[in-house]
Every structure is written in structure tokens, then in C-alpha cells.
């Protein structure tokens, strides 16, 4: 089944223990996003890359880091996280950069609390 | 800059009432179009979106959209709304790089019986 999945899917935490959400699809999309959701505000784009090695910042890149070392997973890293970023967090796949009949594929998301 | 606008951010509407969810957009080129949806606890689901050509775009559940370029909207339509269609509904433009999207605040839906 083709899928976008995120683990994990609920997680607390404290101030500046560092995390990782692992994201990982099985399309052989080329495109990978991690968005952050908070009422009020819509989904809000976090980084993107447009393939392997290749990453760049969204709106609201401050506090994240991302890699892309293979085409498949695209894992989100709090290096020290704090409570502003408790968030529900989507990661999004999509084939290519230029076709123009793509959609993004969506993860179920990742609730994350910092405490 | 880019950016979004869904003015209504909560909407009531009677079973079997029609529904119109306004979408609004401020984009430098020109954009490619989406609305999705979200059930409560859920992920988003995409409804529908638009590229190019005809300015009508038909989605899954019966919904449809319409791309106005002189007034930059992108409003979602049903012509009869059930009670599965609560939900949360994001309208979203991105670029045709595909590289950075942009997603309104979202509209809730409610149904009532």
C-alpha cells in the first residue's frame, strides 16, 4: 500500500531533550515536506527537499533541522526542542517537482508536547 | 508575499444545504490550487486541485471549485452538504516548482441535522 508514515505518533517531552520524528514513504517520491499544524494557523511549511541531498527551508524553519540521505525517509530533528514547538507535524510526499498532475501524500502526523 | 486568506473560520450549515468555503490567495506567479480536507484526528485528504485549463474543477465527495484569476479565490463548493462532510477544510497554493506551499488557516465545518 502506498503510504507516508510517521513515528512516532504521539510523543511528550522536556524542554532540550533532543528528538527525532522519523518520516518515510514508499513511492519513490522525490519530494519530501514537513509541515507543523497549530489552531488557528493552518499548516505552516517547516522544510522541503526536492531529493536526496537537497533541502531547503519552508516559513518556519527555526529550531528544526532535516536530512536527506536516501529518497525515502525525511526525519525531522529538535535539537533542543522547546514548548512553543508542541504542534500536531505532517510530513508530505510527492513524486517530482515538475508534474504537473502531482498531489502531496500526507502522514497521519505526529502530535508532539514539550513540556 | 505568499499567502493565503480563509475568512470564515467557523461555518453551520443545514443537512442537504448547499456550502461555499471562500479561498483567497496572494501568489507572485502563477499558482497551482488545492483544497483538502481533515476529520477530526485524521490526516488531510486531498479534494481537489487545479493547474491549469477549465476553471471548474471537480473533486471526490461531490465537491467542486472554481478558479477566479481577477479575484485571486479559490472557493470550494457542494451543492448538498451531509453530515460525514464535518470536518476541517484547508485551502493551499503552491508554486509550479513544486517546492514551497502555503495553506489557509482552515474552515470548520459544522452539519446540522
Known amino acids: 500500500e502506498a503510504q507516508v508514515t510517521q513515528n512516532p505518533r504521539y510523543l511528550i517531552t522536556v524542554t532540550g531533550k533532543k528528538l527525532t520524528v522519523t518520516c518515510s514513504q514508499n513511492m519513490n517520491h522525490e519530494y519530501m515536506s514537513w509541515y507543523r499544524q497549530d489552531p488557528g494557523l493552518g499548516l505552516r511549511q517547516i522544510y522541503y527537499s526536492m531529493n536526496v541531498e537537497v533541502t531547503d527551508k519552508g516559513d518556519v524553519p527555526e529550531g528544526y533541522k532535516v536530512s536527506r540521505k536516501e529518497k525515502r525517509n525525511f526525519p525531522l530533528i529538535l535539537e533542543s526542542p522547546s514548548p512553543n514547538q508542541t504542534s500536531l507535524y505532517f510530513c508530505a510526499s510527492l513524486l517530482s517537482g515538475n508534474a504537473p498532475y502531482n498531489e502531496q501524500f500526507f502522514g497521519p502526523g505526529t502530535r508532539l508536547t514539550v513540556l | 508575499a505568499q499567502s493565503v486568506t480563509q475568512p470564515d473560520i467557523h461555518i453551520t450549515v443545514s443537512e442537504g444545504a448547499s456550502l461555499e468555503l471562500r479561498c483567497n490567495y496572494s501568489?507572485?506567479?502563477?499558482?497551482?490550487l488545492f483544497w483538502y480536507v481533515q476529520s477530526p484526528g485524521q490526516g488531510l485528504q486531498l479534494l481537489l486541485k487545479y493547474f491549469s485549463g477549465d476553471t471548474l474543477v471537480q473533486g471526490i465527495k461531490g465537491f467542486e471549485a472554481e478558479f477566479k484569476r481577477s479575484q485571486s479565490s479559490f472557493n470550494l463548493r457542494k451543492p448538498s452538504v451531509h453530515w460525514s462532510d464535518a470536518a476541517e477544510y484547508f485551502c493551499a497554493v503552491g508554486g509550479r516548482n513544486f517546492n514551497k506551499f502555503y495553506f489557509g488557516s482552515g474552515t470548520k465545518l459544522n452539519v446540522k441535522p
Open positions: 501568489y507572485g506567479a502563477t499558482p497551482y
